[in-house]
């Protein structure tokens, strides 16, 4: 089952600015900007036990898509409540050791006077992972077409925010299954290592574990930043870096970070095994699996 | 007003396949693939008098669109009649010499099976362009990132599809508008002329007309298609060419085309004034604007 709640920061009484709906029935209008020109951000949070995870780190980088689209800045508080209640009655409805929570504001109906956006939660299972949390994906590398300092170099292209314009997010992940894998690595038009589609870069060489640089105009990965926690918790060093397509060949192992599949092994990367470290895999998707707040 | 007609190709009965709705009744599903993730196609018809101008040209480029981003190949005859009924609709309600008249499909709502997509019409009058189509509009070249070979270097990232997913498209608009500018002209990261957000160029120069290749990864212009008819007509040589930006210095005359502005001359590139040709651009206008078919 789905919970939806549908979000109106806007309107006076405060028990009316969450609004629960059947997710079943239609809730938005043939002539708002989120459908029309994906005109929109959105957030998906890891719900553990009925418990939504790095809510913070999620609001953080929601607050800032905002910004970088020019929508009014979300009220967070409002936007949290929602997240734990549809967290909360999914749970109670599913038990479900692993949910998601979907966040959406849209720039609402074109041309509306004011404008007003329109904004959503959604609750609902999460897919089972287990195989590739066990085994690994398999991933290929594909050209972002951007060279790597396009956020400085052109703010215009919204490189880092969370908006809702994901056709190419979508489209990489069918070339990926024509090639036969199973996920996607962004690499830089002069040859930098980037993100997933949907996910963030972890890469090991030794004691010290690194993601890619955000100043890359990549998003700041929220289960990236929870497995961080957990490597430095194990004594390793957590870092970002500017990393080249060549520097992964030394990597000692790589994994894909995400809300829904949390750490992924790649196990092949562009046709080439990668090592992958299954206790240290495990132990960290436990440790994620296993947090109470 | 705006008319709302919902396709559904896959129904049996012929005479269910398009239903009028209210448009301002929601009719999207939350967890509608166009709205979470900016994945479907569209296309937007000039109407005169009631009638869709360059259907075919339209019909065969969301084609193509569908193609690119892999969507089942559209029903273009009952999408044509849902067009037709819209604008006739729509006029009749109106009686507004310019219409619009919106197509948009959608991948559906995630997960369904079997998979269908959504797909809707929505008829409406076209806003007062008198002023652009008379002054001229200022124009800001912009950086779009990519090199001017990406559609060819890099298909998964959809250049010459028109998808959903245009925040970067609206983003830019704001762009010129906080630099004191009307619109936007791209430009590749390696210095050729590409395409604005939602129009094409055209350039003049001399008894000659241009506008830069599609193979650059740009959609086919359909108001520039009939816009170099009526050039032709009139003993223009019209033709694709690669422009690299310092070519337009050398321009006699420039201007963005597109469904609802119609030819709007360029009165500034980037703070430089540029030579604007009223006689021939409003003879082209009447010329758009008295199509009977």
Chains 1, 2 share one sequence.
């Not at 077409?145 to 925010?161: E, F």
């Not at 961080?228 to 918790?233: D, K, S």
């Not at 895999?281 to 699996?289: P, R």
Request: a negative charge; one cysteine or more; glycine letters at 8%.
């Amino acid at each position: 089952m789905t919970v939806c709640l549908l979000v109106h920061p806007d309107r006076p009484d405060p028990a009316e600015r969450l609004v629960p709906v059947d997710a079943d029935t239609p809730q938005v209008s043939v002539t708002d900007l989120g459908v029309t020109r994906g005109d929109g951000v959105f957030e998906v949070f890891t719900v553990v036990d009925g418990r939504p995870q790095a809510v913070e780190a999620h609001l953080r980088r929601l607050a800032n898509s905002a910004v970088m689209v020019e929508l009014a800045a979300p009220d967070l508080a409002l936007f949290e409540q929602a997240v734990r209640r549809a967290a909360a009655e999914e749970y109670r409805a599913t038990h479900a050791h692993e949910l998601l929570v979907k966040l959406i504001i849209t720039r609402g109906i074109e041309d509306a006077e004011p404008a007003v956006s329109t904004a959503w939660v959604l609750g609902f299972p999460n897919a089972d992972h287990t195989r590739e949390r066990r085994d690994g994906v398999d991933v290929i590398t594909l050209d972002r077409g951007y060279p790597h300092d396009i956020a400085a170099r052109a703010p215009w292209l919204l490189a880092g925010a969370k908006t809702l314009s994901y056709a190419i997010n979508r489209s990489v992940l069918r070339e990926a299954s024509r090639r036969g894998a199973d996920d996607v690595l962004f690499v830089s038009s002069d040859g930098y290592v980037l993100e997933g589609p949907s996910s963030s870069l972890v890469v090991r060489r030794g004691t010290r574990i690194w993601t890619p640089s955000t100043a890359q105009g990549l998003l700041r990965g929220t289960t990236q930043g929870c497995v961080f926690e957990e490597m430095a918790a194990r004594g390793y060093a957590t870092g970002e870096a500017l990393l080249r397509s060549d520097d992964l060949a030394q990597a000692d192992g790589m994994w894909l970070a995400s809300s829904g599949r949390l750490l992924a092994p790649i196990r092949s990367l562009d046709g080439r095994a990668v090592q992958v470290d299954h206790a240290l895999t495990d132990a960290i998707n436990e440790a994620l699996l296993a947090r109470t707040d």
